[in-house]
């Protein structure tokens, strides 16, 4: 992707593709654990590597828009709250996913990890395509 003149127009839309596809792969493995696909294993570890790069890469232009959206004069803030809520999120996600596989196995984990994902996607909906600072300039 090339980086846009502005620095979001066509990061956030990459924001929401990531997002999107990121949230699709616990969905097909919730699918193939439904269905007993054959070779459920395999199936469920090349799904993983799959996730494990989108997730990657959603993560990097998550990175990437935290930076762009604080602008300098704030971004060391805004990137230590990030990685503070970052932080936070993988302990929360970490221990719910464990509740949720010690309640209903590897179906109910993967489902959960499909809602939240989901509930990101929509989140990404709502960032806006540029900054408050240059909004408010033109004005």
Do not use: I
């Not at 979001?8 to 929401?16: D, F, G, I, K």
């Amino acid at each position: 992707m090339k980086r846009s003149a502005d620095g979001l127009s066509n990061e956030v839309p990459a924001a929401r593709w990531w997002s999107a596809a990121l949230a699709l792969v616990p969905v097909g493995l919730a699918a193939a654990v439904v269905a007993d696909v054959p070779h459920l294993q395999w199936v469920v570890v090349g799904g993983l590597g799959l996730f494990g790069f989108a997730f990657a890469v959603n993560s990097s232009v998550h990175s990437y828009l935290v930076l762009a959206y604080a602008g300098s004069e704030k971004a060391a803030e805004d990137v230590g709250f990030y990685y503070a809520a970052n932080a936070l999120g993988r302990f929360l996600g970490t221990l719910l996913s464990g509740l949720l596989y010690q309640w209903g196995g590897l179906l109910y984990a993967l489902v959960g990890s499909a809602v939240m994902l989901g509930l990101c996607w929509l989140m990404t909906l709502k960032l806006p395509m540029q900054c408050q600072a240059e909004s408010t300039k033109h004005s």
